[in-house]
C-alpha cells in the first residue's frame, strides 16, 4: 500500500473518447512523479519534433507520491507539455489545492491530446470524466470563467484551471489560472490548451490517498517540520512572501532594471516587501502547508495573491515601473487575461529600449505603466502591435531590428536575476532544459547571497549541476521550493508514503536521471550548444553600480565554464548526453535507442 493511486487518465478530445491506464509502478520507480513522470510520459506520448499546436502534443498533468498526504508543502500539481514559445520540453507547477484533489479523483496523471469540435472544459470526478461545451466562456477572463463554471457545476469544492484570451489566441507565452490566484505554465502551456480547444480542466476529489507507513510519515514530517522551522514565526517568506527578495536582489545588483541594463531600482523601496505588506488583506496557504507564503493585496479595483518576485522585476523595476498600485493593476490584468507576467514584462521591456534606442518606435518608454498595461492587453487580443509582441520578444526583435535587446535564451524570457550578479545564476539559465528559467537551480543562494564568489565560474559547472539534480529530485517527488529540504529528508519522507528504500544517493541519482531525460528530448527535438548561451549584453557590458560592478563575464569564461558543466554531466561537446551516461542513469534502452537514432550519437 503506497500513495500512489494506480491510474492514469487518457482523454481523446477530437474523439470525446476517454480510457484509464495503470500507472506504470516501474516509471514511478525511475521518474518519481509531477516533473519526472510528465517527461517520461511526454517521451512515450509524442515525437520530441511533434508541432507545439498540433493535436498530437499532450497536455501532461501529473500528481506526486506526496500529494494529498500530510506532509507539508508538498500540495504541487504539474503540466508538461512542447513549449511553442521555444521548442523544448517545457513544464510547470502550480500550488493551491489542485494536485491533492486530482489524487482524490483516483488519478496519478492525466494525457489529454486531440482537439475538441468547439470550445470546451474537462470535467473529472471519481465517478465522471466528461468533455463539456464552453463555447459561453469564449474571450472570458480567467476570473470569471472559474466563478461560471463554478455557478454550472454547483460546487464550491471544485478546483479549476482556466485559459483567458491569451490562450484561446494562441499567445506564445500565455499561461493557466488554477483556483483564481495560482498561475501555471512558462514557454506558453495556456497556449497549448487554447490550441485543443480547452478552456478549462474542473476537478473535485473525494477518495482516500493512503501511504505505505503512517506512523513513520507523521514522525518525519513533525521532525522535518520543526527542524527546518517551515512554520517559525521569524520566515520572512511567510512576513512578506516572495517580495522578501526585492531588497536582497537589488543590494546585490542583480535586480532587473531597464530591460536588464542595470541590477540597482532606484525605486524598489516602493515595490518591496514592506510596500507590498502595507497593502495586504490577507494571508493564503496551499494545502497541508505551514510556510504560507501566499499574500492577498489590493489596491484600487485590482486584487491579486501577490505580486510575486518575478512579477515585481519583470513588471515592475525591468520597465521602470516603481508604482505598487500599477504593478498590482498589471499583474492582475495579465492573470485574468492568462498571460506569464515574467515574458509579458520582458517583451514590454523590449519595446522600451528598442524605441528609446530608436530602433524601432513603439510607443512606449521605461515608466510608462499606463502603456504597459495597454500593451498587455493588446497582446491577449492580438490588437495592432499586440499581435507580434504575442510571438515573444526574440521574435519581435527579429522582425523590428534589436534583436540583442530581447532578454531571453531559447526564446523564453529571462526571470528576475541578473546573471552578472551571479555568475552560476546565467549557467543554469543556459542549461535549463525549458529555457531561461530560474526554477532548474538557484546558486543565487550560495553565491550572492552566501559564501560563494559570485564573479567567477570556478567550480561552477559541478555546483550547478549537483544543484539541478537535487531540484528535479525536489519537485518530481512532490516538494515546494520555498521548503529546504535536504535530499536525506526527501528520502525518508518518500519512504514513508512510497515505500521502499531512498537513501541520499538515490534520490539525487533520480533527479540527474529526470534532468536528463528531459535533455534527451531537447536534443531529439534539435536543439545542440548553439541554444546555451546568454544574451551578449551579459557578455559585452558590466553593470555600473552595486557588488557587480565592472565584473565582466566574457564569452570565452563562459565557453570554458559550459565546456566544465557538460564533462561533470557526461554530455559531448555539443551538450548531448553520451550514451553511456544515459546507461549508467538506468534510462530504458528503448529510449536510448530512439534518442541514438535522434541524434546521431
Keep these: 500500500m503506497n500513495s500512489l493511486m494506480g491510474k492514469t487518465l487518457y482523454v481523446d478530445l477530437t474523439k470525446k473518447k476517454v480510457h484509464t491506464r495503470v500507472t506504470p509502478p516501474e516509471w514511478v520507480e525511475l521518474y518519481t512523479g509531477q516533473k519526472g513522470l510528465g517527461a517520461r510520459i511526454l517521451m512515450e506520448a509524442a515525437d520530441p519534433k511533434v508541432e507545439p499546436f498540433s493535436e498530437a502534443n499532450p ?31 517545457t513544464d510547470g507547477s502550480v500550488g493551491g489545492h489542485i494536485g491533492g484533489e486530482l489524487k482524490y479523483a483516483g488519478y496519478d496523471a492525466v494525457v489529454i491530446t486531440g482537439k475538441a469540435e468547439a470550445l470546451s472544459y474537462l470535467y473529472i470526478d471519481p465517478d465522471r470524466v466528461e468533455v463539456r461545451d464552453a463555447t459561453g466562456l469564449k474571450g472570458t477572463g480567467t476570473f470569471a470563467t472559474e466563478a461560471a463554471l463554478k455557478a454550472e457545476i454547483r460546487d464550491d469544492q471544485v478546483k479549476i484551471m482556466a485559459i483567458g484570451p491569451a490562450g484561446e489566441n494562441l499567445v506564445r507565452f500565455a499561461c493557466i489560472s488554477s483556483e483564481r490566484y495560482r498561475q501555471l505554465g512558462r514557454g506558453g502551456i495556456g497556449a497549448v490548451m487554447g490550441s485543443k480547444n480547452l478552456k478549462a480542466i474542473a476537478i473535485r476529489g473525494w477518495l482516500d490517498v493512503q501511504v505505505a507507513d503512517i506512523e513513520k510519515c507523521m514522525e518525519v514530517a513533525k521532525a522535518m517540520h520543526e527542524q527546518d522551522a517551515v512554520t517559525a514565526p521569524e520566515n520572512e517568506i511567510y512576513e512578506f512572501g516572495t517580495p522578501v527578495l526585492v531588497d536582497m536582489a537589488d543590494k546585490s545588483g542583480l535586480l532587473p532594471t531597464r530591460n536588464f541594463q542595470q541590477g540597482t531600482f532606484e525605486k524598489h523601496q516602493a515595490i518591496n516587501g514592506e510596500s507590498l505588506k502595507a497593502l495586504r488583506k490577507n494571508k493564503k496557504a496551499c494545502f497541508s502547508c505551514g510556510i504560507a ?109 534589436g534583436a540583442e535587446y530581447a532578454m531571453q535564451i531559447k526564446g523564453q524570457e529571462l526571470p ?18 525549458r529555457g531561461g528559467c530560474h526554477m532548474s537551480c538557484y546558486p543565487i543562494a550560495v553565491e550572492a547571497w552566501g559564501t560563494e564568489d559570485p564573479f567567477t565560474f570556478d567550480g561552477k559547472g559541478k555546483l550547478v549541476a549537483e544543484m539541478q539534480n ?35 544517493e538515490k534520490v539525487d541519482r533520480t533527479g540527474e536521471r529526470i534532468f536528463n531525460l528531459q535533455r534527451m528530448f531537447n536534443v531529439m527535438a534539435g536543439f545542440t550548444r548553439k541554444q546555451d548561451y546568454l544574451p551578449k549584453r551579459f557578455y559585452e557590458e558590466t553593470l555600473r553600480d552595486g557588488p557587480p560592478k565592472d565584473k565582466a563575464m566574457t564569452r570565452a569564461a563562459f565557453d570554458k565554464a559550459l565546456d566544465d558543466y557538460y564533462d561533470f554531466r557526461g554530455w559531448d561537446g555539443e551538450g548531448r548526453p553520451k550514451v553511456q551516461t544515459l546507461e549508467k542513469l538506468g534510462i530504458e534502452e528503448k529510449l536510448i535507442a530512439a534518442y541514438r537514432k535522434a541524434a546521431k550519437t
Design 59 to 89: 497536455v501532461i498533468l501529473t500528481t506526486s507520491i506526496m500529494a494529498g498526504t500530510i506532509v507539508s508543502c508538498s500540495a504541487k500539481l504539474a503540466i508538461t507539455t512542447k513549449s511553442p514559445l521555444t521548442g523544448t520540453i
Design 470 to 504: 537535487a531540484q528535479f529530485a525536489k519537485f518530481s517527488m512532490g516538494v515546494c521550493d520555498f521548503w529546504p529540504i535536504s535530499s536525506e529528508t526527501l528520502g525518508k519522507l518518500y519512504e514513508a508514503t512510497y515505500g521502499g528504500n531512498w537513501p541520499v
Design 416 to 433: 528576475g536575476y541578473d546573471p552578472r550578479g551571479s555568475w552560476g545564476m546565467g549557467l543554469g539559465y543556459v542549461s535549463a532544459p
Design 293 to 401: 507564503c501566499g499574500n492577498y493585496v489590493q489596491a484600487g479595483d485590482a486584487r491579486v495573491e501577490g505580486p510575486e518576485f518575478e512579477t515585481i522585476a519583470l513588471c515592475g523595476s525591468s520597465i521602470g515601473n516603481g508604482d505598487p498600485e500599477k504593478l498590482i493593476a498589471l499583474n492582475a490584468l495579465c492573470d485574468d487575461l492568462g498571460l506569464d507576467t515574467i515574458s509579458a514584462g520582458g517583451v514590454i521591456a523590449y519595446m522600451m529600449e528598442a524605441t528609446e534606442r530608436a530602433v524601432h518606435d513603439f510607443g512606449v518608454r521605461f515608466g510608462e505603466a499606463d502603456k504597459a498595461l495597454e500593451i498587455a492587453a493588446d497582446i491577449a487580443h492580438l490588437r495592432g502591435i499586440g499581435k507580434d509582441a504575442a510571438l515573444g520578444s526574440l521574435a519581435l526583435g527579429e522582425k523590428y531590428g
